[in-house]
């Protein structure tokens, strides 16, 4: 459930007549392969708004930036884009937690006694690779940067969430002048609802009991 306070909403709602597709509240935590990552964006099934897809890496960077299909578009005006860490795991053929302690011992053997030439054997080091991650993590103004293509720039991510090896995705958006949640998870896209939290007004906490303090309590 994506929460968010009634007076957000209210100016969400209420702040353009004429509001179009756009994303509001944001919040990722998506891990996916790197090489993973440019396999998806080598054919991605694009939104019509979007022409095309530039990967740039920067050190540890990955920024994916949207190229508009509308020709009328200022060529200074920046489009939404995409941003990602990359990181490195380690990646091991099998799970060590399923193989239990290095060096355990079979002690059934045919004559009862334990096998120390198994021990050697189960003594060798489990195989792994450094495996690079692209790292969607953080809220909108670091993961969806830029107003212009805004929108369509976020269903490239959601299809992005329904790739990735595991994370979450969380938003609130709107379209056609109508909030919607989203929220997919190691995945699969899961039911979402829009939570509306009052926030508390002015002096409304000084009212209250301040429990921390307070000589009745010991």
Same mark, same amino acid.
């Given at each position: 459930?994506?929460?968010?306070?009634?007076?957000?909403?209210?100016?969400?709602?209420?702040?353009?007549?004429?509001?179009?597709?756009?994303?509001?509240?944001?919040?990722?935590?998506?891990?996916?392969?790197?090489?993973?990552?440019?396999?998806?964006?080598?054919?991605?099934?694009?939104?019509?708004?979007?022409?095309?897809?530039?990967?740039?890496?920067?050190?540890?960077?990955?920024?994916?930036?949207?190229?508009?299909?509308?020709?009328?578009?200022?060529?200074?005006?920046?489009?939404?884009?995409?941003?990602?860490?990359?990181?490195?795991?380690?990646?091991?053929?099998?799970?060590?937690?399923?193989?239990?302690?290095?060096?355990?011992?079979?002690?059934?053997? #045919?004559?009862?006694?334990?096998?120390?030439?198994?021990?050697? &054997? $189960? *003594? !060798?080091?489990?195989?792994?690779?450094?495996? =690079?991650?692209?790292?969607?993590?953080?809220?909108?103004?670091?993961?969806?940067?830029?107003?212009?293509?805004?929108?369509?720039?976020?269903?490239?991510?959601?299809?992005?969430?329904?790739?990735?090896?595991?994370?979450?995705?969380?938003?609130?958006?709107?379209?056609?002048?109508?909030?919607?949640?989203?929220?997919?998870?190691?995945?699969?896209?899961?039911?979402? #609802?829009?939570?509306?939290?009052?926030?508390?007004?002015?002096? &409304? $906490? *000084? !009212?209250?009991?301040?429990?921390?303090?307070? =000589?009745?309590?010991?």
């Amino acid at each position: 459930m994506t929460t968010a306070s009634a007076d957000g909403l209210r100016r969400l709602i209420h702040a353009s007549p004429t509001m179009t597709s756009r994303v509001y509240r944001l919040h990722s935590t998506l891990e996916l392969p790197l090489e993973d990552a440019y396999d998806f964006f080598e054919d991605p099934d694009l939104p019509p708004e979007i022409a095309d897809i530039d990967i740039t890496r920067r050190n540890n960077t990955l920024i994916v930036s949207a190229v508009a299909k509308d020709d009328s578009m200022s060529k200074y005006t920046p489009t939404a884009q995409l941003k990602a860490s990359v990181t490195e795991n380690r990646v091991y053929e099998e799970d060590p937690d399923e193989m239990g302690p290095p060096g355990a011992a079979s002690t059934g053997s #045919a004559g009862g006694g334990p096998q120390w030439g198994a021990l050697e &054997e $189960e *003594e !060798e080091e489990i195989e792994s690779e450094l495996v =690079e991650y692209a790292c969607f993590k953080g809220d909108r103004e670091t993961v969806l940067q830029n107003t212009a293509l805004q929108y369509a720039m976020f269903e490239v991510l959601c299809e992005v969430a329904k790739v990735a090896e595991k994370g979450t995705l969380t938003a609130i958006a709107a379209v056609d002048e109508e909030l919607t949640a989203v929220r997919i998870v190691d995945g699969e896209e899961r039911p979402a #609802a829009i939570n509306v939290a009052e926030e508390p007004r002015d002096g &409304e $906490e *000084e !009212e209250g009991v301040n429990w921390r303090d307070n =000589e009745f309590i010991s």
